[in-house]
């Protein structure tokens, strides 16, 4: 009897704090009320029912979460296929330029939120990976003339090859990440690899942890945008970078109406025939037209804190990468 | 008939000195060895990667956890609640996490 009211209690509690921050826009509100208590949060509680987006429905806040959680629960098996399927395996080559474009060391640390099935923290290792291994090649290159100890040594010391690199992949849904665990003992991935279930607006990670943070397709199934912003900005390290694979707005008039064709008409219908689920394609269709687009994304990102934001089109704007930097 | 005992003895040093290599990398972390020794059987790690604890704070306070390796739980002393290990995969969402009870009197008011 007691848990279930505990739980109801919690829920109440983090969403009266989540939707009180929101509001505040404060990108230090957690440090500014370090002594703040469940009870303290209970207070500022409000009772306006908050309205947001699902899709083209109009939902209320609290309603949004679930409704996500459900559709992403549901595509998790297919996932994979369903990408390849509609974006005619497009999204691959944008995946691979958002590491291009990170171009991330031995030893970076990665948070990758909403990563559930590892597309970006395994290519994120594999790219680290050949990074080390040049690094090795360039420094046998230039000691030519080694003494046979020198070599032995070398044979001996196994270093890791990730250089110390760790990708976080922090996801709020659980199925998700079931199936990238999956895929990582598939694929071999096993060190440097490390799954969280969390929430993108209460971030369970420390201040200044990360050198980078990614967020590919998934922030703007975030009920509040500005806060997962916020997180973001806080835990990566002064220096660090916030990188965003997202849907954005074509701006080409005769390929925006050919996109809507295809999105509207044949992307459901895929999901159909595929994963026998229309209402949830329906839903992906939906919140991309319903996502900020270039320019107001970018202002977003530097309300939250972050300078130098940037973005970059990939395939005529249909995706956008942007960058910002916490200095 | 030295040799042998030395041919005998050989796989049984080996045996524990070599586990995978996946155990091998939680084997080096202090805190988690008796989950590595699981693992080791288990083809899956039962545990999470032993790194997390470095960064991994309660979401709600943005306080350190503490691992508590009986229950596999991270426990949050100062609000009083334990976010679960399901699968390797620390669950950090507050909804569902467990209320600890620091007071047993006031469990059994509770209860009853």
Request: with cysteine; aromatic share 10%; hydrophobic share 35%.
């Given at each position: 009897?007691?848990?279930?009211?505990?739980?109801?209690?919690?829920?109440?509690?983090?969403?009266?704090?989540?939707?009180?921050?929101?509001?505040?826009?404060?990108?230090?509100?957690?440090?500014?009320?370090?002594?703040?208590?469940?009870?303290?949060?209970?207070?500022?509680?409000?009772?306006?029912?908050?309205e947001t987006h699902f899709g083209f429905e109009t939902v209320s806040e609290e309603e949004k979460g679930g409704k996500v959680y459900q559709v992403f629960e549901s595509v998790a098996r297919k996932y994979d296929v369903m990408n390849d399927m509609m974006s005619l395996g497009i999204h691959r080559a944008w995946?691979?330029?958002?590491?291009?474009?990170?171009?991330?060391?031995?030893?970076?640390?990665?948070?990758?939120?909403?990563?559930?099935?590892?597309?970006?923290?395994?290519?994120?290792?594999?790219?680290?990976?050949?990074?080390?291994?040049?690094?090795?090649?360039?420094?046998?290159?230039?000691?030519?003339?080694?003494?046979?100890?020198?070599?032995?040594?070398?044979?001996?010391?196994?270093?890791?090859?990730?250089?110390?690199?760790?990708?976080?992949?922090?996801?709020?849904?659980?199925?998700?990440?079931?199936?990238?665990?999956?895929?990582?003992?598939?694929?071999?991935?096993?060190?440097?690899?490390?799954?969280?279930?969390?929430?993108?607006?209460?971030?369970?990670?420390?201040?200044?942890?990360?050198?980078?943070?990614?967020?590919?397709?998934?922030?703007?199934?975030?009920?509040?945008?500005?806060?997962?912003?916020?997180?973001?900005?806080?835990?990566?390290?002064?220096?660090?970078?916030?990188?965003?694979?997202?849907?954005?707005?074509?701006?080409?008039?005769?390929?925006?109406?050919?996109?809507?064709?295809?999105?509207?008409?044949?992307?459901?219908?895929?999901?159909?025939?595929?994963?026998?689920?229309?209402?949830?394609?329906?839903?992906?269709?939906?919140?991309?037209?319903?996502?900020?687009?270039?320019?107001?994304?970018?202002?977003?990102?530097?309300?939250?804190?972050?300078?130098?934001?940037?973005?970059?089109?990939?395939?005529?704007?249909?995706?956008?990468?942007?960058?910002?930097?916490?200095? | 008939?030295?040799?042998?005992?030395?041919?005998?003895?050989?796989?049984?040093?080996?045996?524990?000195?070599?586990?995978?290599?996946?155990?091998?990398?939680?084997?080096?972390?202090?805190?988690?060895?008796?989950?590595?020794?699981?693992?080791?059987?288990?083809?899956?790690?039962?545990?999470?990667?032993?790194?997390?604890?470095?960064?991994?704070?309660?979401?709600?306070?943005?306080?350190?956890?503490?691992?508590?390796?009986?229950?596999?739980?991270?426990?949050?002393?100062?609000?009083?609640?334990?976010?679960?290990?399901?699968?390797?995969?620390?669950?950090?969402?507050?909804?569902?996490?467990?209320?600890?009870?620091?007071?047993?009197?006031?469990?059994?008011?509770?209860?009853?």
């Amino acid at each position: 009897m007691a848990a279930p009211r505990s739980c109801g209690l919690w829920r109440y509690c983090c969403r009266g704090w989540s939707r009180a921050a929101g509001d505040c826009r404060l990108p230090g509100f957690h440090r500014s009320w370090p002594g703040a208590t469940p009870s303290a949060r209970l207070l500022s509680q409000e009772k306006r029912a908050a309205e947001t987006h699902f899709g083209f429905e109009t939902v209320s806040e609290e309603e949004k979460g679930g409704k996500v959680y459900q559709v992403f629960e549901s595509v998790a098996r297919k996932y994979d296929v369903m990408n390849d399927m509609m974006s005619l395996g497009i999204h691959r080559a944008w995946k691979d330029l958002l590491i291009r474009k990170m171009h991330p060391l031995p030893g970076t640390q990665l948070l990758d939120v909403a990563g559930g099935t590892g597309d970006i923290a395994f290519r994120f290792l594999s790219y680290v990976q050949a990074q080390h291994q040049r690094k090795q090649r360039r420094q046998l290159r230039t000691q030519q003339n080694l003494s046979w100890e020198e070599i032995a040594k070398k044979y001996q010391n196994e270093e890791d090859p990730l250089g110390g690199s760790l990708v976080t992949v922090c996801d709020i849904n659980r199925e998700m990440l079931k199936v990238g665990k999956q895929k990582a003992l598939d694929q071999g991935h096993t060190a440097g690899l490390a799954w969280v279930l969390g929430d993108a607006e209460e971030l369970p990670f420390d201040d200044n942890q990360f050198d980078v943070y990614t967020i590919a397709f998934g922030i703007r199934n975030v009920t509040h945008i500005d806060r997962a912003l916020q997180e973001a900005h806080r835990v990566l390290k002064p220096g660090g970078r916030f990188l965003c694979l997202e849907f954005s707005q074509v701006n080409d008039p005769l390929i925006s109406r050919l996109y809507d064709l295809y999105s509207f008409q044949v992307i459901p219908v895929i999901g159909e025939v595929i994963a026998g689920d229309w209402k949830s394609y329906q839903y992906l269709v939906e919140s991309i037209r319903k996502f900020p687009n270039q320019e107001e994304f970018k202002e977003m990102i530097e309300d939250a804190g972050f300078q130098k934001v940037t973005f970059e089109n990939l395939t005529t704007g249909i995706v956008a990468i942007h960058s910002g930097f916490k200095l | 008939m030295l040799s042998a005992t030395c041919r005998r003895l050989v796989p049984a040093l080996r045996g524990p000195r070599t586990p995978s290599a996946v155990a091998g990398r939680y084997l080096l972390a202090p805190g988690v060895r008796s989950f590595a020794d699981q693992s080791d059987r288990a083809e899956e790690p039962r545990t999470f990667h032993p790194a997390l604890l470095r960064f991994l704070v309660c979401p709600l306070s943005k306080k350190p956890l503490r691992y508590e390796a009986s229950t596999n739980e991270l426990i949050n002393e100062e609000l009083g609640i334990a976010y679960p290990i399901i699968d390797g995969i620390p669950n950090m969402i507050p909804q569902a996490a467990r209320t600890i009870r620091q007071n047993k009197k006031q469990e059994e008011v509770e209860q009853h």
